[in-house]
């Protein structure tokens, strides 16, 4: 007989001997015995494989929440960023549309003129017109014109109303009107400025210029 076969005999003599022993117990000591078992295999399965699987399901579960929250952010972002993009294709075309309004370099002594024709259209008598140097703004120049004229209430009025309905924007600014004299006619001073966009690159190059010179 092999001595693996004769550790398995032994074993079987010593289970046939628990039995035996279990057997000359009372019901009550039979049932108390398998009441220990059960509870101990009970509990080795709660602390060995139940518990373990419940803490890695509430680790997951948890993960899960965070990833819901996450998501929930991130969609949030997304409409926002949505939001911003037709916002900001709505301001580009209205800046596309405003800069359409500014003269360009070519126009601007066709603006002059046209400024200089609604004074002596409305009937005024200049007695300044000077364009003044240009203003170099963060991404356009401003053009200003000093004028002086002299006429009535009623002709000033449409001088100012000619200049709005000029095809580029003019603005008029620094406005002051005196009466001449007691007179009837009026003598009224003011800027005549418009406005030109200036590229990126023109812009830095004038920026580049100015720093060399410092």
């Not at 039995?19 to 509870?39: D, H, M, S, W, Y």
């Not at 409409?79 to 037709?86: A, H, L, Q, T």
């Not at 294709?89 to 549309?97: G, L, M, P, R």
Request: some cysteine.
């Amino acid at each position: 007989m092999s001595k693996e076969n004769s550790k398995i005999k032994e074993f079987s003599e010593k289970f046939a001997v628990l039995f035996e022993q279990i057997g000359e117990l009372t019901k009550v000591q039979r049932l108390l015995i398998c009441f220990l078992t059960f509870a101990l295999i009970g509990g080795a399965y709660y602390y060995f494989i139940f518990m373990p699987k419940h803490e890695e399901l509430k680790k997951v579960k948890n993960q899960y929440q965070r990833q819901l929250k996450s998501l929930a952010t991130y969609k949030k972002k997304a409409s926002e960023i949505v939001k911003y993009e037709k916002l900001m294709a709505k301001t580009k075309e209205e800046f596309n549309v405003a800069t359409k309004a500014l003269p360009d370099k070519r126009e601007l002594p066709s603006l002059l003129t046209g400024v200089s024709n609604a004074g002596s259209n409305a009937g005024l008598a200049f007695h300044l017109f000077k364009p003044d140097n240009e203003v170099i703004r963060d991404f356009y120049k401003e053009f200003s014109i000093s004028i002086k004229v002299v006429g009535r209430y009623h002709q000033i009025t449409d001088f100012l109303y000619q200049i709005t309905r000029l095809n580029r924007i003019v603005n008029i600014n620094n406005v002051h009107v005196k009466n001449i004299n007691r007179s009837k006619k009026l003598e009224m001073s003011c800027k005549a400025v418009t406005y030109m966009f200036v590229e990126k690159k023109e812009s830095q190059n004038k920026n580049n210029r100015k720093k060399r010179k410092k």
